[in-house]
């Protein structure tokens, strides 16, 4: 009799990428990386706050079929760096606490009720979904094992995040804990620039008043060996 040898459990392999696109159009993906982008700039100085878009985030070690990719997820608890995918139980067992969905056109009712009930499951605490082309905004909190409807959004300020959802007249308007707005990578860029060139004018005029201060200065100084040159002690000049 032939003896086999033990069957070996295939390494599992999780993809980085689920061959979707990151956005299905040009407001979305603006949405995508101004949210993600400016939760960085919020949570730039904290090393144990892990914030990316469109991550493909794996809850549970062995199924690389259950999987999630959100537009943004932030995980406490967890430090910054590079990853191909969010595996959580490399991650401490630590799920993303917020996560941000903005919609497309493309997006059904059945793909975002799958996501609903996959965020849900795994510990998502705070999710909000931004729809752009309606101006709709909805938010969940987590009560025990399940998420609940925020019922007003206008004005919420999250657990997490501390950030506030407002309104205005282009919709959806977010705001720093420091009443700062979200800005675009543009509005960042033109932000950085004024305030370059707002401190470029400041040393200038620090520039002009020092040599204007040499400038008197060395007139003082010719004057006073001009008196001294005649016999004349500036002191007794009044």
Known sequence: MVQQPPTLNPTVVYPDSDGQPMA???????????????????????????????????????DNKLRAAPDAM???????????????????QIAPQVVFEILSPGNRTG???????FYERYGVEEYYIYDPDHFELTGWLREGNELEAIA??????????????????TGLTLYYPDGQRFLTS???????????????QERECREQERARAEQAEAALAALQAKLAALGIDPQDVE
């Open 186 to 200: 543009v509005e960042l860029h033109r932000r950085a620039v004024d305030a370059e060139a707002a401190l470029a």
């Open 24 to 62: 299905e159009n040009t407001e979305q993906f603006q949405w995508i990386v101004m949210i993600k982008e400016n939760l960085e700039i919020l949570f730039a100085d904290d090393p144990d706050v892990f914030i990316a878009g469109d991550l493909l985030w794996y809850p549970v070690e062995g």
């Open 74 to 92: 932030v995980a406490f608890g967890r430090p910054k760096g590079r990853r191909g995918s969010y595996r959580q139980w490399e991650e401490g």
């Open 111 to 117: 793909e975002m009720v799958q996501k609903f009930k």
């Open 152 to 169: 007003v959004m206008t004005d919420w300020v999250s657990p997490r995040l501390q950030i506030r959802f407002g309104w205005d007249e």
